[in-house]
């Protein structure tokens, strides 16, 4: 059955099907649609299953059913119990309007309904007005009992490049205290989504502006005021420079890894002495041990780990590749090519990390060189020390000929 037949059947029998939620704010952008939600409104679960006995429900909190692939909920409302993204109580009856149900919702451009049958958008909270003004803003005061939409809205902002209306901070501001109730697996989900959005860097902006960045992201917070040297970073102190690198490397891949890698390159200028600024010596390996610290406090995969360290350990040899002597580039080239950000990814990160004009270009030429210049092209039984002598001196040759 089709979503209209579904909707004509619930119309008959006395209901009202409902497009609800991210499908109709998407619809409005004219964004493409990877979720369809609905909702119903008028009848009952025993009502609802008589009409679509093969439709399969689930859910703890509240029955969801499953027709035909789609989502259909009941009209519902929340009572707070408890602290926590999980402390509510769901009432579900069929005399819950849709008015009722959408003002349950996050935020105003979440809380947009589309009746199915007449195409008519049910819009009480203002949701459209706010799309094209691009505001995220609290659909109603219920915003605080749920202290994930501290980090939905923050997320939404980095998707949707929007900004968040003053009022909503301030909600954001005082559900602070509840973050700390959230599983580090959620923060994660909302973390990956972050880094495919258009610009994460708002993710981090909007939880500062909220004065919630330092509760699961204090190694980010911590580079707030450590200034730079002027000469080589006029955008600022080394956050502003960190969400600058996170955006333009988001802009070229849509690889969440090496996106983390940009946020956390320069991590270790956020325990750089005041009394050494703007400069900040040893800050490569100063980084090492927050990208672990980071990584196991919010149980990121381990190869989010093993890439973070590798970009806070090379990020900077990598932005002196032109002014290296060529055995030096040989050695990092082989360097970077056995770890966990390729040369590929370090090339990326490097040109969005670098202030000089000249744009860095090693991969290519450093992949060629490894698949031209290798052990296959020797003896199997030719003696190691040989081997490698002869590598060296074979790929040094290379490069000579060779204009990177």
Same mark, same amino acid.
């Given at each position: 059955?089709?979503?209209?037949?579904?909707?004509?059947?619930?119309?008959?029998?006395?209901?009202?099907?409902?497009?609800?939620?991210?499908?109709?704010?998407?619809?409005?952008?004219?964004?493409?649609?990877?979720?369809?939600?609905?909702?119903?409104?008028?009848l009952?679960?025993?009502?609802? /299953?008589? /009409?679509?006995?093969?439709?399969?429900?689930?859910?703890?909190?509240?029955?969801?059913?499953?027709?035909?692939g789609?989502?259909?909920?009941?009209?519902?409302?929340?009572?707070?119990?408890?602290?926590?993204?999980?402390?509510?109580?769901i009432?579900?009856?069929?005399?819950?309007?849709?008015?009722?149900?959408?003002?349950?919702?996050?935020?105003?451009?979440?809380?947009?309904?589309?009746?199915?049958?007449?195409?008519?958008?049910?819009?009480?909270?203002?949701?459209?007005?706010?799309?094209?003004?691009?505001?995220?803003?609290?659909?109603?005061?219920?915003?605080?009992e749920?202290?994930?939409?501290v980090?939905?809205?923050?997320?939404?902002?980095?998707?949707?490049?929007?900004?968040?209306?003053?009022?909503?901070?301030?909600?954001?501001?005082?559900?602070?205290?509840?973050?700390?109730?959230?599983?580090?697996?959620?923060?994660?989900?909302?973390?990956?989504?972050?880094?495919?959005?258009?610009?994460?860097?708002?993710?981090?902006?909007v939880?500062?502006?909220?004065?919630?960045?330092?509760?699961?992201?204090?190694?980010?917070?911590?580079?707030?005021?450590?200034?730079?040297?002027?000469?080589?970073?006029?955008?600022?102190?080394?956050?502003?420079?960190?969400?600058?690198?996170?955006?333009?490397?988001?802009?070229?891949?849509?690889?969440?890894?090496?996106?983390?890698?940009?946020?956390?390159?320069?991590?270790?200028?956020?325990?750089?002495?005041?009394?050494?600024?703007?400069?900040?010596?040893?800050?490569?390996e100063?980084?090492?041990?927050?990208?672990?610290?980071?990584?196991?406090r919010?149980?990121?995969?381990?190869?989010?780990?093993?890439?973070?360290?590798v970009?806070?350990?090379?990020?900077?040899r990598?932005?002196?590749?032109n002014?290296?002597?060529?055995?030096?580039?040989?050695?990092?080239?082989?360097?970077?090519?056995?770890?966990?950000?390729?040369?590929?990814?370090?090339?990326?990160?490097?040109?969005?990390?670098?202030?000089?004009?000249?744009?860095?270009?090693?991969?290519?030429?450093?992949?060629?060189?490894?698949?031209?210049?290798?052990?296959?092209?020797?003896?199997?039984?030719?003696?190691?020390?040989v081997?490698?002598?002869?590598?060296?001196?074979?790929?040094?040759?290379?490069?000579?000929?060779?204009?990177?």
């Open positions: 059955m089709s979503p209209i037949e579904i909707a004509n059947l619930i119309a008959n029998n006395g209901g009202r099907l409902y497009l609800v939620g991210g499908a109709v704010r998407d619809e409005i952008m004219q964004r493409q649609i990877s979720d369809y939600d609905y909702c119903i409104v008028g009952s679960y025993e009502e609802v /299953l008589e /009409l679509f006995p093969k439709a399969l429900s689930y859910g703890k909190s509240f029955l969801v059913f499953n027709i035909n789609n989502e259909y909920a009941l009209a519902r409302k929340e009572i707070k119990t408890s602290s926590g993204h999980k402390g509510f109580e009432i579900s009856d069929k005399s819950i309007t849709i008015e009722e149900d959408l003002r349950r919702r996050d935020i105003t451009i979440n809380s947009i309904a589309k009746d199915v049958l007449t195409g008519e958008y049910k819009d009480p909270y203002k949701g459209v007005e706010d799309i094209q003004n691009k505001i995220i803003r609290a659909t109603s005061e219920a915003f605080i749920d202290p994930l939409r980090y939905r809205v923050a997320r939404f902002a980095a998707q949707l490049d929007f900004e968040v209306s003053s009022d909503t901070i301030e909600m954001m501001k005082q559900i602070r205290p509840e973050l700390n109730t959230l599983s580090v697996e959620r923060i994660y989900t909302e973390l990956v989504k972050v880094f495919k959005s258009q610009r994460p860097s708002r993710f981090f902006e939880l500062r502006n909220a004065d919630s960045l330092n509760v699961h992201f204090e190694e980010i917070q911590n580079l707030i005021g450590k200034t730079q040297p002027e000469k080589y970073h006029p955008e600022g102190d080394a956050f502003n420079h960190t969400m600058i690198v996170l955006d333009k490397v988001a802009s070229q891949t849509d690889n969440d890894e090496l996106i983390f890698a940009a946020l956390v390159h320069d991590l270790g200028k956020g325990t750089t002495p005041k009394e050494m600024l703007p400069k900040h010596l040893g800050h490569e100063r980084g090492v041990e927050l990208v672990k610290a980071l990584c196991e919010l149980k990121l995969p381990k190869n989010y780990e093993k890439i973070g360290v970009a806070c350990l090379e990020h900077m990598a932005g002196i590749f002014e290296m002597r060529i055995p030096t580039k040989i050695d990092f080239i082989e360097r970077i090519a056995k770890s966990a950000i390729g040369l590929k990814g370090m090339e990326i990160l490097a040109n969005a990390d670098n202030t000089k004009a000249k744009p860095l270009r090693f991969a290519e030429a450093g992949e060629e060189m490894l698949e031209k210049v290798n052990a296959k092209n020797y003896p199997k039984d030719i003696e190691y020390k081997l490698k002598e002869r590598l060296r001196n074979e790929r040094i040759e290379w490069f000579k000929n060779h204009t990177i």
